[in-house]
Structures are given as C-alpha cells and as structure tokens.
C-alpha cells in the first residue's frame, strides 16, 4: 500500500465517485465502488476510524434488543451481515457468548427471554455463531461468581461477536486501495463548488502543510458520520431541520482482575432500565454504552464525570464484591452515534435509546448523495446501497456507460483474512507467526500479531530478519512492538505518533499509562522514517499527550 504522503500526491484530477469521510461507512463504499471498476478517491480529515468507527462498542450483533421495537427487517439484515463478516474478516471477527440474567422483578422473564432468543436465531437462519441455551441460578453462579446472586432466577446464554472496529475499517479502506482507490488521510474537504446548482468540483485541504487540491467527480458522497450536518450546510443544501440526532456513547476500560468475566454481560441500569454490557477484552474489561443526546462539536466528544459515574454505579449493582473506584479505570472513549433524526412534531420527544438504527440514504438535488444512521454491523450492506445509488445517478447524468464487475464484497475476504485457517484456528495462526520470527518475538507477541493482522502478521514479523531492533516492545511487558509502527507508515497510512498508538497498536486504551511511555520510542522511529524536523516529532508527541489528557478530564469532573 501507498504511504499517506504517496496517497496525497496521487490525489486530483476527476474521477468516477469522491467519498467525504474515512470512517467504516467511506472505507466500505470505496472498496464496493473501486472493485465494481470505478474510479474512486476518499479524502478524510483525521486518521482512518478516527470518529465514531474506532469508539464503538467493538460488536459485530444484529440487535437483540431491537426485537422489543418490532424492528424485525433490521435485525434481519444485521444477523445476515454478521455472518458474512465472520467469512470475510474471520481474524476480526469472533463469537463472543452474552450472558442475560434475570432477576425478581425484572419486567421480563426467562421464558420471553428465550422465546426472544429463538426468533433471534430464527432470523439469522439459525446461522448464529452457538445456539443460545438457558442456565440455572447455580450454573450462572459457578460459571460467573464474580456476578451479583441475590434475586437471580437464572440466565440465557446467546452469542454474538466481537470485533477490532478501527482495524475492521483500516483493512476495508486497505482492499479499497488494492483495486485502484486514492485514500488520503488528513485531507479536509473545505469547499464544494457549484455551477448551476450541482456540486462540479471539491477542494481539498492537506491538513499539514495547508497545500490545497481540487477534485472533480461523477458522484460525491458525504459519509461522514457525526459531521453530516456540517457537509450538507457547507454545500449549501441543509434539510429543513438537521438530518440527525446525534447521540453520545461512552466506555470505560478497567483491569479484568477488578471485575472478571469469561463472557459478555447484559445489564439493565439500575436507574433507568437502559441495556450495557461488561465485555471481557484480554486482560481488561470495558463497560459501556451510555446514550445520551449531543448538540455540541463532533470533534470535542470525551467522556465527563457523570459519564463514568453512570457506568460505575451499574457495575457496582450487579457486581457488589468487586467495587470499582477512580483508578480501575485505566481508559475511556466516546463517541457519537450519527442517528437519523425521528420525525416527530415539535411538542414531541423520543427517548435516545429509542431512537431507530436504521440507515437513510439522501440524494440532494445538487448532486450529493448523504449516507446517515445505521451499524457498524450492516456497514458492507449500506455502502452497497450507497453505491448502486451513486452508480444510477452517474448513468443518469451520461458519465458512465457500460457494464461494471460484481464488486463480491460478501464473499471475497479482507486482506488479513486472505488463507486464514477454515477452522478458525487463531493458535495455528500465532504458530505460523512464530517459525517466522522465531526467538525475536513472544508467544504473547505472535498471538497479537495473529489476531490483529490476520495471515498478513507473517510479512510484518518477515522484517525481523533484517532490523531485529523493531522486535523491541513498544512498552515493556506487553507484547505490542516496534515493528508494528514501521509496518504503519509503510502499508497502513499511520503518520501521526497518535495514529500509532492509538489506532494501529491501541496502546492508547490497552496499555496501564495508555501508551505514554511509548512516545519516545515510536517518535523517534517516525522521525527517521518520515524525515520529520525535531520540531515536528516533538508536536506530534504532544499530541499524543494531549489526546490522552482529554481522556482523563472526566477524572477532575471537568467537561470539554
């Protein structure tokens, strides 16, 4: 793949369809758009996932809770995506079982949790990864004895997945460029030119050097999640009221030995009866999401004080032996979910978590077409909607003719996924990984590198050969290496010290001190490989250190 500076320089010119946006939703229309044959470039204005795709829940699932609204197409289509999500990244992708226990009191009863559970397998064509099965108050206390027991009448046990959003979109956006696409990362699209009132050109900005280019397209796509608002005021076409309803979700991520769990967790807020899960993720757990409506700047979303304060005092309820305080939590993130605003009357409301994942598609008589709402699990299947709706307005207008390639986004793997094991074998794969670099590396190392990277981990750990120097771990104690930054800026478009560290190794939520003591280390390295000035490196640095700083500002109740 192109390095960011390659990609920038190949970016202009005219091409078949221009996509706003770097998140799942861009990545996954120009890997659908460039291998039907088209020509297609995506500018975004921060690193790839860097929004709302890299601050997710991390699940592949087709909504269980949507069956309560009747949302049955919905959840259809989002259990039907999951499986082809395990076929096309299974190294991404992994079953993940969700405990559902229930309670006296509890409103709903094991009997229509199960029958819930049914129809749920009955709509994936009973394609899900494990069927569900139901567990007694005393299997739910010897498998889960970390769970509160009072009360309990027992448990269903269903599966859904997990998953790497931000390296799931990264991989797309990777294919993408494997058939011709432009992707360029930190080019900010700052103005949409018209001619008798149809978009003809966009200007990009190179958010480094200021440098600008103008792009002209068949078809321009705004796929930009939170900022779809913000695009559609900047080509001068805004909806009567806003198109969405942006909602905030956060997380919090604490050590696994502070609240130990083999298997996600289904809880009901004792407050307000709102769904989160406890989620196990290697040796941490996270907790999440809140739902609470968000008017302010995209760009400014962390989570504040009453944020972590909602998701301990769950924890603390149905985990009453393991008491969470302040400095369990090692990480948070947040995120706004890019909802389509509910048509409602002005004296009506809806509650946030009510509010529909559906998705809408917009077609603006200028030409734009606005892509809003939906799931991170359901991505593959809008950016195809997205697409045979740009390829119909491209014909319309004459600039396209002739037969285009059946693009085979279901069934064509993602590049990581490429010869992975039919068994799903994520040992074999670690071995493999392991006779190539042999004694450079750790066991723990070679499982990482196995899960992270797919089949493509054997390539990266190949470098090891020639410069021993990047087995070196990013921080000692984890398996997480220097080889992985190098292997950033090379194929991955990594060009920020943040990009690194949060992004490509997740060091950022991961680590103890959320990768602080990786700065030096991988700046240097980014210097010497990107030919940065002193004063570049040390800007990227801090940051990196800023960035950090804004995930911590809950801690002194502030809000930003």
Known sequence: ????????????????????????????????????????????????????????????????????NYEFSLVFEAVSERRILLDIAPHLVNPLGFLFPVYSGDRRSLTTIGAGMMLYEGLSLFRSPKRHRKLSPKKVGKEFPALRQEGLKGAQLYYDCSTDDARLTLETAIQATEVGAVVCT?????????????????????????????????????????????????????????????????????????????????????????????????????VGTTDTDWDGDPSSVYADRADVDYLLGCMAHYYPDHPLGDDDVISTWAGLRPLVRPETKPDESMDEGKVSREHRIVVGQDGLVTIAGGKLTTYRLMSKEVVDTAVKVLRLSGKLDGRLRDPRTDDDPLPGAVNWPDNDDHEAVARSVKDVAGQAISDETAMMLGSTYGMLATRLVRRLRKHPELAEPLVPGRPEILAQVQWGIEEELCCTVTDALKQRTQLFYRDLDQGLGAIAATGALMQTLLGWTDEQRERSEQDYRDEVARSRVWRAGGKL
């Open 1 to 68: 793949m192109a390095t960011r500076s390659e990609m920038w320089e190949r970016l202009g010119g005219t091409v078949d369809v221009l996509v706003i946006g770097g998140g799942i939703n861009g990545a996954g229309i120009a890997r659908d758009a460039a291998r039907r044959g088209l020509k297609v470039a995506v500018v975004e204005m921060g690193d790839l996932a860097s929004g709302t795709s890299s601050r997710s829940s991390k699940l592949v699932h087709g909504g269980l809770r949507y069956l309560e």
């Open 186 to 286: 930190y080019a900010k699209c700052v103005e949409l030119k018209k001619e008798d009132g149809r978009i003809v050109s966009a200007v990009i900005e190179d958010t480094f050097t200021g440098e600008r280019k103008t792009v002209c397209a068949g078809v321009y796509v705004n796929a930009t999640g939170p900022w779809t608002d913000s695009i559609l005021d900047q080509a001068g076409t805004p909806e009567e009221q806003p198109l969405l309803r942006p909602t905030k979700g956060i997380h919090i991520a604490v050590p696994n030995d502070r609240l130990p769990i083999e298997h996600a967790v289904v809880h009901f807020h004792p407050e307000d009866g709102r769904i989160l899960f406890s989620i196990p993720w290697g040796d941490l757990t996270y």
